[in-house]
Each structure stands twice: as C-alpha cells, then as structure tokens.
C-alpha cells in the first residue's frame, strides 16, 4: 500500500465554505487543440467546491482509503520539522499545487528513499528539482492545460487593470470618494497599444487570442515558433528574443516557465530597454524577474504599473518589498486555482494517481520527469539542467 502526502493551502478564515457563490460550473471536456479534459474513472466531489485547501483534499480521501492507502493532508511546509518534513521519508507520492508548493529541493528527494512520483495539481513544476528527480527515478507529473485558460483570463484581467488604473479607483469608491481626476490621471485605453508576451505555449497563445479582439497590435517570441497560419489568424509580429520583443511593446505579459534561460531575465538591463511607462504583467514565475529592479523601475517611472500572481518564496512574507511597492496589481497566486479549474486539475490528479497506482501508463502530455529523463510536456518546457 502508498502512502501519499498532499500539501495544499490553508482553508478560508472564515471555515470551509458551507455554500457556494453559483449551484454549477460549466463542464469543460476538451481543450484548444484537442487534448481531453481529465478522465478518471470516477470523482468523489462536486464540480465547483473548493478542493484545492487543506479540507478539500482534492476530493481524493474515499478513493485512496477505500484502496487502503494513507492519505496525509497538511499546509505545513516551511521550517523545521513541518509536517512535510516529518511525514516525507516513507512517502511514496507527493502532491502539491504551484500556489502552496511543496518544494521539493534536491535534499528533500535525498531524504525520501520511498518517493516514487511527485505531482502537481496544477501546471508549473519547477518547484521540484528536476535534476535531483532524474538522478532518483522520481517520476514528475501535472495536469497539463488543466488551468492555463483560467491563467490567461487573470492575465487579460490584469492588463485592463493596470492600463485603466481600475484597483485606485476601485479604492475611491469604497473609501466613500468621486475623485474623477485622481481616477484618470493613470488611465488610458488598450486599444491601439502593442502588447508581447514572452512565451506562446498553452497560456501565452490563449492570451493571445483573448487580446486579439481588443484591437491591439500582438507580438510574441518562443523557442518553438507558432505555425504561420496562427500567426496570420491573428496579426501577430515574431521577435527572436525576449530583447528584441520588449522595446516595441507597451504591454508585456511572462508566460514562460522558469529555466536557466528565464531566471533572472526581467532585470535592471532588459527593463531599462523597455519603453517607459510600460506594464508588465506575470503570472508565470516571480524568479524570472529581479524583484528589487521591478520596485526600481515602478518607483522611476520605467514601469507604469506592475502585476503579479506569483511571488518567491510562497508564500511571501508580510515584508516583501512587492506588497508596498507603487502602482502594482499583486495577487496571492491564485490565477490558476479557479474553483473551475480546481474541477479539473483534482479530476486529472485522480487520473494520474489511477495510472501509477494500476501500474498502467500515465499520459505523455502529464510527464514532466519520466525513466530517468524529461519526459512529455517536460522535455518541451524544460532545459536539461534546471
């Protein structure tokens, strides 16, 4: 029998919900470009309940126990002797999510003789250390497409956030203001604007596609270049470099997983080639930008504006300097952790475990780490060191 550590954030302060905002979610079965939604044999939860907290526990408790594995739910997993800590040596699965993650250094893996497979509930595996997996055969999965659409809905939401000065004026209202002047001062339309994104994989293409009808100019640069239909279906002007893309855009938006050649890269250089007053959205890793150059440049002005889902470490202490900073538009990682997309990343969670517990093959789109090497969508995402 398996004994599985799930580490999922913290429920709601107010307790677990008792009801919900909506009665139903729609029922999402494929994804652009044809890849299924999740298919388990079957689910233990509702459709739009919040699965991803500590009393969630990603609708998985009866289907485990009933098979006689153990199922270990905890959010701690920072410090010395977090239960992450103490329960990891005869794990044989962990699971986390990229908005609570279990980090798992290459001395955790060290110290986990029994780990056999590590999953994300969710998209993004870098929390992992993907060398340390290779060299112990520890097998690396996601629910891959599972949330990206809800990420690039967070994105387009912050673009129009920023570039209508909407959380400001928001603000006005509910200190009981009608300051119109204040508000507008930093509003403009998106219209006409050139936004880029750094990155056309799953989400920067959607992304793509949802700011296309806003009439704005779109660029994009990847490692993998989109088909030339894509690129004439929506306008779009390819640029060989993250370099070469930004000093054309007034919006630049990070979807890129974090590597060696994307850690670091938003620094003092590559910003100070930027466009002044240009904004920059995130969602994708904090550690791709330099988090004090980000306050340097939104405190000179080289930044309009600033928003963010992802922070390092998570979660971020209550100094980081990214929570006091000017005209930012930070959110707590919660882009991809829609109750909708909790459906779907839980529902392919329970797929995974389906296949590694039946001995059967996981899906090639869910590897990230397979056989002692990148595997899936991981040897597409990622460089061979990470």
């Known amino acids: ?11 709601p302060a107010a307790g677990y919900p ?10 999402i079965t494929s994804y652009p470009g044809g890849q299924t939604a999740p298919t388990p044999q079957a689910i233990d939860f509702t459709p739009g309940e919040l699965l991803g907290s500590v009393s969630g526990e990603l609708g998985l408790r009866s289907f485990l126990e009933s098979q006689g594995h153990t199922l270990v739910v905890t959010s701690d997993k920072e410090g010395d002797g977090s239960v992450l800590d103490r329960e990891l040596p005869d794990t044989d699965v962990v699971i986390s ?3 609570w993650p279990a980090y798992l250094t290459a001395e955790r893996i060290a110290k986990a003789p ?3 497979l590590a999953i994300t509930a969710g998209i993004g595996s870098d929390h992992v250390d993907l060398d340390a997996a290779v060299q112990h055969g520890v097998t690396v999965a996601e629910v891959t497409f599972s949330n990206s659409i809800s990420v690039a809905e967070h994105v387009v939401m ?3 956030g920023l570039v209508r000065n909407y959380i400001p004026s928001y603000q006005v209202v509910v200190d009981g203001g009608w300051n119109i002047a204040d508000c507008v001062q930093r509003s403009y339309d998106l219209e006409g604007m050139n936004v880029g994104t750094v990155a056309a ?3 920067g293409t959607a992304v793509l596609r949802r700011l296309a009808p806003f009439d704005v100019n779109l660029h994009y640069t990847d490692r993998h270049r989109l088909p030339e239909s894509v690129e004439r279906e929506l306008n779009l002007t390819f640029h060989a470099s993250a370099a070469d893309l930004v000093p054309h855009c007034d919006v630049v938006t990070i979807n890129a997983p974090l590597h060696p050649e994307t850690e670091g890269l938003f620094g003092e250089k590559l910003l100070s080639t930027m466009k002044r007053g240009t904004y920059l959205i995130n969602t994708a890793r904090a550690k791709i930008v330099d988090r004090d150059a980000i306050v340097k440049a939104l405190e000179s002005g080289q930044l309009a504006g ?10 971020a202490p209550a100094d980081h300097p990214w929570r006091t ?5 930070m959110t707590p990682h919660i882009s991809g952790s829609s109750l909708s997309a909790q459906a779907r990343y839980a529902a392919g969670t329970r797929e995974i475990l389906e296949s590694w517990l039946a001995g059967t093959p996981i899906r090639d789109e869910y590897l990230i780490v397979d056989g002692g090497r990148l595997a899936g969508a991981g040897a597409h995402s990622y460089s061979t060191r990470m």
């Open 1 to 11: 029998m398996a004994k599985i550590l799930c580490v999922l954030y913290d429920d």
């Open 18 to 27: 008792k009801s919900y905002a909506r009665d139903d979610i729609p029922a």
């Open 97 to 99: 999510q990229p908005f």
């Open 114 to 116: 029994n780990l056999k």
């Open 158 to 160: 912050m673009i129009l």
């Open 201 to 203: 994989g799953r989400i």
């Open 306 to 315: 600033y928003a963010g889902d992802v922070w390092y470490p998570q979660p």
């Open 325 to 329: 900073m000017p005209n930012h538009g």
